[in-house]
């Protein structure tokens, strides 16, 4: 079964440093998410792609977060220079287009980042 | 703007029981998804039902099962014949297509399951 594949799945950083997470969607999914979960609260969006355009960054904070998804497939999620409050899990998904479920997210297992 | 709430943070049941978790969002537009999620321990999120806001008809999925209230916004969802394998956070979500036919989605803050032996 096709899935969401993320990695690494845990990073230990010191603050200042920068540090970057990848995702690579299931076949054929246009669409690609990227989450902020912090412990024990609901994932929130960070950024959403349409293929390889950015549809929705408004809660990215574009000073130090930056994403990219060149060839509309895979995606890397950058923090530069992360901060203690970043310590969070970072959750990728997709999502197809057309039929009846296109709209119906896969998510990953996550990146989880302590920020030291 | 839209909104998801969970109000209760934990919940717990015993095996073989049935369990509701609530959940109520706040929208102006008339055609809409909602979700729940289920995100087990250490493990990575899962689709456990979907409703189209257009269906009267309540969702159903094996086990669970929701209860759509379209004007009063509440969509809950109810667990039967609970198992130790349901123990989990569970995630409300709200999705709208924007002009553009891109989907946005909303969480909720979600509610801690845990099935008791």
């Known amino acids: 079964e096709a899935e969401v594949a993320q990695s690494p799945r845990y990073k230990i950083t010191e603050k200042s440093q920068a540090v970057a997470f990848w995702c690579d969607p299931i076949s054929g999914h246009a669409t690609l998410y990227w989450y902020r979960q912090i412990l024990g609260q609901g994932p929130e969006l960070l950024v959403q792609?349409?293929?390889?355009?950015?549809?929705?960054d408004s809660q990215l904070p574009k000073d130090r977060f930056s994403a990219e998804r060149l060839k509309g497939v895979d995606s890397t999620l950058k923090i530069q220079p992360a901060e203690l409050g970043d310590s969070a899990m970072y959750l990728c998904?997709?999502?197809?287009?057309?039929?009846?479920?296109?709209?119906?997210?896969?998510f990953g297992p996550g990146t989880r980042l302590t920020v030291t | 703007a839209q909104t998801v709430t969970q109000s209760q943070p934990e919940m717990s049941v015993q095996e073989a029981e049935t369990v509701t978790l609530s959940c109520t969002y706040d929208?102006?537009?008339?055609?809409?998804?909602l979700f729940w999620y289920k995100q087990p321990p250490s493990r990575q999120m899962i689709l456990v039902i979907r409703?189209?806001?257009?269906?009267?008809q309540n969702a159903t999925e094996n086990r669970f099962s929701v209860n759509f209230q379209k004007a009063a916004k509440s969509f809950s969802l109810k667990i039967s014949d609970s198992q130790l394998g349901d123990t989990a956070m569970y995630f409300c979500a709200f999705m709208s297509v924007s002009t553009s036919g891109t989907y946005k989605y909303i969480f909720g803050t979600g509610t801690r399951l845990k099935v008791l032996a």
């Open positions: 792609f349409q293929d390889e355009s950015v549809v929705d």
């Open positions: 409703q189209e806001a257009y269906k009267q």
């Open positions: 929208t102006s537009e008339n055609n809409y998804y």
């Open positions: 998904a997709s999502s197809g287009t057309g039929g009846a479920v296109a709209y119906e997210q896969y």
